[in-house]
């Protein structure tokens, strides 16, 4: 089972970048899905959970208004779309996989975690 994100990469404050997180191993249709960063020097955070169905999302307040995720459980992808880029959002990117939306946006009991993708944003 593996959670693979991509989708980093470099742009100037304002852009918009897509994240992708594809699962593999199994079908994640009934697992809440959600995204982490860890920026250098810092912990990790959360950044936004989506429900199983798509139904419910979560955002850390940094990111409300500018970050979008969703999903396509034909796929068994989740997607960060993130827009109107900070300097402040540079970070490496994690997926995650947990059986409740408050499992994901507490940050305890994830199942499952994706490699990283790094997201660096120039000013």
């Known amino acids: 089972v593996q959670l693979q994100a991509s989708g980093g990469g470099v742009v100037q404050a304002g852009g918009s970048l897509r994240l992708s997180c594809a699962a593999s191993?199994?079908?994640?249709?009934?697992?809440?899905m959600g995204w982490f960063r860890q920026a250098p020097g810092k912990e990790r955070e959360f950044v936004a959970a989506i429900s199983w169905g798509g139904g419910s999302t979560y955002y850390a307040d940094s990111v409300k208004g500018r970050f979008t995720i969703s999903r396509d459980n034909a796929k068994n992808t989740v997607y960060l779309q993130m827009n109107s880029l900070k300097p402040e959002d540079t970070a490496v990117y994690f997926c995650a996989a947990a059986i409740t939306l408050d499992r994901l946006v507490r940050g305890y009991g994830i199942d499952y975690w994706g490699k990283g993708t790094l997201v660096t944003v120039s000013s």
């Open positions: 191993g199994r079908s994640f249709s009934s697992d809440c």
